[in-house]
């Protein structure tokens, strides 16, 4: 079965301390990962993206993610959070069916 | 570009009352898509469409229902509202090729509907 698994539902760090947040998939194909950001209210901002090519991808607002096809992972990281940066994150797989399964969300607090 | 809007922000419904969530999307995307999201859940898919004339069912499909009559509109009809259907609504769009590449899909600010 295609999932995506999100284990901490919440996360609180302080501003400047480095963040990860973890993502597990299960997709029986070649698959590409999303993570986005949904700020209280509002609707969802891609954050970064994974289709092809170099593990490692980069995306807007200091944040990158790596892709591990060995853990079936995809996590999320931040070298120093802002307290901007306080929102839920999700992950999300797709593939040639061009269909989203998100997981649950995290919710990111940040301690000045 | 606006990208994808959607009307309205908030509504009540009362049980067995029926209403048209409106979603529009002016970037001429072919694929769109309808969510629910719940505490805890994170997104389902209600139903997608893969261009105008063209919808299939995601998920959670019961209770609702869709159109497709032009690129840029895709709205979703509740007919007999229940308090299950208390959620937040967000359609998306995306684009993809006839050679399958597949881009991300951008979302609306929501609807929050809630059934009493």
């Known amino acids: 079965a295609q999932s995506v698994t999100q284990p901490d539902i919440h996360i609180t760090v302080s501003e400047g301390a480095s963040l990860e947040l973890r993502c597990n998939y299960s997709y029986g194909a070649t698959p590409y990962l999303f993570w986005y950001v949904q700020s209280p209210g509002q609707g969802l901002q891609l954050l970064l993206k994974y289709f092809s090519g170099d593990t490692l991808v980069q995306g807007i607002k200091g944040f990158e993610a790596e892709f591990k096809r060995s853990q079936s992972s995809f996590n999320l990281r931040k070298p120093s959070v802002h307290w901007s940066d306080a929102a839920e994150y999700f992950c999300?797989?797709?593939?040639?069916?061009?269909?989203?399964?998100f997981g649950t969300g995290t919710l990111l607090a940040v301690q000045p | 570009n606006a990208g994808v809007t959607q009307t309205p922000k908030f509504r009540i419904l009362k049980i067995g009352q029926s209403m048209t969530l409106q979603c529009t999307q002016d970037m001429n995307h072919n694929y769109m898509y309808w969510y629910r999201q719940d505490p805890g859940m994170g997104l389902k898919l209600i139903y997608y469409s893969v261009g105008a004339g063209i919808t299939d069912k995601g998920e959670v499909p019961n209770g609702y229902n869709v159109s497709r009559s032009t690129t840029e509109d895709f709205p979703l009809r509740l007919e007999l509202a229940a308090p299950s259907q208390t959620s937040v609504y967000f359609c998306?769009?995306?684009?993809?090729?006839?050679?399958?590449?597949?881009?991300?899909?951008?979302f609306g600010p929501g609807t929050r509907l809630t059934v009493l």
């Open positions: 999300a797989v797709g593939g040639a069916t061009n269909k989203l399964i």
């Open positions: 998306a769009s995306s684009y993809s090729s006839l050679a399958g590449i597949y881009n991300e899909q951008f």
